[in-house]
Nanobody, 122 residues
């Protein structure tokens, strides 16, 4: 059974930091690009970041570039999202997803986690 389980969300003040984790099982993790996607209240899905299978190459949306860092540990089948300098507009449910080709099209993603809530408020 394929599973992607996110953790690490919560309530944080503007300017604060959070680190999200996503533990994967049931598929060959190191053969997949991994992505973080978010959905703000009342809005559609927004792509946040991709990381290549080797963990070296990464790609970010303009809205988070310079503040968020995606990383992965293939030995632990886990992908991370370090979020710094958080803003109220970062408030969303954050999902990790297994992305077979590094696509930016959500329909191409094979597996999704259940999401973790991040709320940024004073």
């Amino acid at each position: 059974e394929v599973q992607l389980v996110e953790s690490g969300g919560g309530l944080v003040r503007p300017g604060g930091s959070l680190r999200l984790s996503c533990a994967a099982s049931g598929f060959t993790f190191n053969e997949y690009y991994m992505s973080w996607v978010r959905q703000a209240p009342g809005k559609g899905l927004e792509w946040v970041a991709n990381i290549y299978t080797d963990g070296v190459d990464t790609d970010y949306s303009e809205s988070v570039k310079g503040r968020f860092t995606i990383s992965r540990d293939n030995a632990k089948n886990t992908v991370y999202l370090q979020m710094n300098s958080l803003k109220p507009e970062d408030t969303a449910v954050y999902y990790c997803a297994a992305n077979p080709r590094g696509s930016y099209v959500f329909g191409d993603y094979d597996y999704w986690g259940q999401g973790t809530q991040v709320s940024v408020s004073s």
